[in-house]
C-alpha cells in the first residue's frame, strides 16, 4: 500500500483566496483524521470521519474551515477565505477501529501571505 | 479525560549516550500507550505501542518503552543514540474504551551530537 497521500505537499497562496488540501487513506481503514501543526500550537485534532461520516468538528479553528469526506478513498480539508494565521502544516491519518494506531501522510505545508 | 505530558521541548545527546524521552499521562481508563516520530518534511510515524500484556515494549529503530501504572509513565528509551534518532518525538495516549481518539503530547526534540 502506498500510505496515506496528501496533495499539494506544499502551497503558497494570498490571503482571501480559497484553499483546498486533499487526502486519500490508506484502503480499507474506516477512520480518517485532519490535524493542524504549528510552533506555537503543537498538533491539533481538527476534525475526525469514521466510516465518512463527520464524528466531531469541535477543533475546526471557524467557519473559515470546512472538511468533506465524499466517499472512503477522499477528503477534503478546505479553508475560505485563507489569512496568514492559517500557515501551518497540515496532515491527513487514517485507522481501522480493529488496531490502535494512526497512519499519517507526509503533510501539505501552507503558507499564506 | 486524558491528557499526555512531555517533559522538555528538547533534549541534546551525544552520539553513543543513553537516549531518555518522558512521558507521562493521565487517563481515567486503562490506557493505550504510543510513541511516534517525526523526521523533518515528514509526518508522524508509530515507533511503538502499548495496549495491554508486557509493560516492556519494544519498537523500531533500537528503542523500547515501559509502561509503570503506578508513575502513570511511559519513557522511551535507546541505549545508544545515533545521528539519524534526530527528530521529533510525540507521545500519545488513547482510552482502552469509550474515545477512540488519541492525544498528543507536544512533542520532544531530540538533537544528536556528533
Known amino acids: 500500500d502506498a500510505g496515506v497521500i496528501q496533495s499539494p505537499r506544499h502551497e503558497v497562496t494570498e490571503m482571501g483566496q480559497e484553499v483546498t488540501l486533499r487526502c486519500k487513506p490508506i484502503?480499507?481503514?474506516?477512520?480518517l483524521f485532519w490535524y493542524r501543526q504549528t510552533m506555537m500550537r503543537g498538533l491539533e485534532l481538527l476534525i475526525y470521519?469514521?466510516?465518512?461520516?463527520?464524528?466531531?468538528d469541535s477543533g475546526m479553528p471557524e467557519d473559515r474551515f470546512s472538511a468533506k469526506m465524499p466517499n472512503a478513498s477522499f477528503s477534503t480539508l478546505k479553508i475560505q477565505p485563507s489569512e496568514p494565521r492559517d500557515s501551518a502544516v497540515y496532515f491527513c491519518?487514517?485507522?481501522?477501529?480493529?488496531?490502535?494506531?494512526?497512519?499519517f501522510g507526509p503533510g501539505t505545508r501552507l503558507t499564506v501571505t | 479525560a486524558q491528557s499526555v505530558t512531555q517533559l522538555g521541548s528538547h533534549v541534546s545527546v551525544s552520539e553513543g549516550a543513553l537516549v531518555l524521552l518522558r512521558c507521562n499521562y493521565s487517563?481515567?481508563?486503562?490506557?493505550?500507550l504510543f510513541w511516534y516520530v517525526q523526521y523533518p518534511n515528514q509526518g508522524l510515524q508509530l515507533l511503538l505501542k502499548y495496549t495491554t500484556g508486557a509493560t516492556l515494549v519494544k519498537g523500531i529503530n533500537g528503542f523500547e518503552a515501559e509502561f509503570k501504572k503506578s508513575e502513570t509513565s511511559f519513557h522511551l528509551t535507546k541505549p545508544s543514540a545515533h545521528m539519524s534518532d534526530a527528530a521529533e518525538y510525540f507521545c500519545a495516549v488513547r482510552g482502552s474504551g469509550g474515545s477512540y481518539i488519541p492525544t498528543f503530547g507536544r512533542g520532544t526534540s531530540l538533537i544528536v551530537h556528533p
Open positions: 491519518a487514517s485507522s481501522w477501529s480493529h488496531s490502535y494506531e494512526q497512519y
Open positions: 487517563s481515567s481508563v486503562p490506557p493505550y
Open positions: 470521519f469514521n466510516n465518512n461520516v463527520p464524528i466531531d
Open positions: 484502503s480499507g481503514h474506516d477512520y
